[in-house]
């Protein structure tokens, strides 16, 4: 469903995007056996229209998103914590962390248990080292990661490294490790779709000489996002249609 927003747009609720670059027709939500629980600042949430928590929770059914800063008193996040039927992990970088990438798949069978509730993250990198320190509870989790192999489809953000990945494209890479384990029986090929549409809507608008957003110097280019590469100008060259 649609509604009306101040400069007169019309805005999806669902996906909170405009009405012209909605991706709710490129949604095909799954059921996975692991839980996905979305922990997002407060200051993501409010990025509403490009953040890529919101599409995976539309993209998942079993799945939710919970938003605050420090989760040690949240009622919900305890809730899932203390349920004894299940086992939750925190999805966190680090080299002491169960790595999915190079364990066997008896291990992460055994490693995940029956019932995984995996937590992720969502916010930017210095909100996310806060959102950990501030949240005893969390502290305790015990932790999964993977190898990065890929750079980030988010052309259009900022990333602190090139293979950095938003939200979306981690559980992605999650739940494709856990089908080769298999933990998840789910078809994935057409996960990232509304990712990758939300990024040509976007690339579509900065080029589109119409738009107030509209760089003239831009030459059917757009500039890749890297804050440790000031000095040097990287493009990507996108063919007109």
């Known amino acids: 469903m649609q509604e009306k927003i101040k400069n007169s747009r ?22 996975t056996k692991t839980r996905f629980i979305i922990l997002m600042h407060p200051k993501e949430y409010k990025k509403e229209k490009n953040g890529t928590g919101i599409m995976t929770k539309l993209q998942l059914e079993n799945s939710e998103i919970i938003v605050d ?30 790595n999915l990438s190079n364990s066997k798949s008896s291990e992460i069978n055994a490693f995940m ?33 993977f190898d990065n192999t890929i750079k980030s489809k ?19 890479t999650v739940l494709n490790l856990l089908k080769e384990a298999n933990v998840e029986q789910c078809e994935t090929k057409d996960f990232l779709i509304p990712f990758e549409k939300m990024i040509e809507y976007q690339v579509e ?15 059917g280019e757009i500039p890749l996002k890297n804050i440790y590469k000031k000095s040097t100008e990287r493009k990507i060259i996108f063919e007109q249609q």
Not at 19 to 31: G, L
Not at 123 to 141: D, E, H, P, V
Request: overall charge positive; some cysteine; charged content about 20%.
């Open 69 to 98: 800063v420090d989760f040690t008193h949240n009622n919900r996040v305890n809730e899932i914590l203390n349920d004894e039927n299940s086992c939750s992990f925190l999805l966190y970088p680090g080299k002491d962390n169960f």
């Open 154 to 172: 988010f052309i259009i953000k900022q990333q602190p490294e090139s293979l950095c990945l938003s939200t979306i494209e981690s559980v992605y």
């Open 10 to 31: 019309i805005k999806c609720y669902k996906c909170f995007r405009p009405s012209s670059t909605c991706i709710c027709k490129h949604i095909s939500p799954f059921q």
């Open 113 to 145: 248990g029956n019932h995984p509730y995996i937590f992720l993250l969502d916010g930017t990198w210095s909100c996310a080292r806060k959102m950990l320190k501030l949240s005893k509870n969390l502290q305790n989790l015990r932790r999964v990661s």
């Open 205 to 219: 608008y900065i080029l589109n000489p119409n738009s107030k957003n509209f760089d003239s110097t831009a030459n």
